[in-house]
């Protein structure tokens, strides 16, 4: 009987001594972060690549000539126009206009393909410092024109981001604009029903 209240005693002891060394250790321990050791539930084969619908469908040669205003700065003289458009074909008075032209105002004209047809760039100076600079091309088709003039809006907001449109009076139908504010400058985009043709280009400041 003393043999087994001894063992009891014993046993008893050993356990209390075993319960309180935890209790120790665990104030010492550092809290432990729970969610570093949370397992990775994640199926990594469920992950799918971020990409791009791509709403347009240009040719290499059309996107070129619609990322223009992506690389012409404002304040470039004639003299760099010319040198980089071999078919540049010099300044004349803006609008043909004597008096624009005696504050400063000229403008020069070239040539490019786009849709396959022929497009008419005009680049504006003043006091030989680049403007503004647009680009038209005829597509006489409505339904065309609207497909296309979306297409280039889609490549836009790919580059610059969400287009902003101008106010217009609620009987004016004739032109659809949107706009970007880039550092280049603002980047315009008009479908321009009045002259059947699409126009493009930047300015800058806001057309009015």
Not at 26 to 46: A, E, G, R
Request: proline letters at 4%; aromatic letters at 12%.
């Amino acid at each position: 009987m003393k043999w087994h209240s001894y063992f009891l005693i014993l046993g008893t002891s050993l356990v209390l001594f075993s319960c309180s060394d935890e209790v120790g250790d665990s104030t010492q321990s550092q809290p432990v972060d729970t969610l570093s050791v949370q397992p990775d539930t994640l199926n990594k084969d469920t992950i799918q690549p971020v990409s791009v619908v791509k709403k347009w469908n240009f040719t290499a040669a059309d996107e070129k000539v619609i990322a223009i205003p992506e690389n012409l700065s404002m304040g470039v003289s004639y003299k760099t126009i010319e040198a980089i458009l071999p078919d540049f074909k010099g300044v004349r008075a803006e609008n043909r206009s004597a008096e624009l032209a005696s504050k400063g105002y000229v403008e020069g004209m070239s040539e490019t393909t786009l849709f396959g047809q022929k497009a008419k760039c005009v680049f504006h100076f003043k006091n030989d410092s680049l403007y503004s600079y647009d680009v038209a091309v005829p597509i006489m088709d409505m339904k065309e024109a609207e497909k296309k003039y979306n297409e280039i809006k889609y490549f836009y907001i790919n580059k610059y981001g969400a287009a902003q449109n101008p106010r217009v009076e609620e009987d004016n139908y004739t032109a659809t604009t949107s706009y970007w504010k880039t550092p280049q400058g603002y980047v315009v985009l008009t479908n321009d029903l009045s002259n059947a043709e699409i126009q493009f280009g930047i300015h800058n400041s806001l057309p009015k």
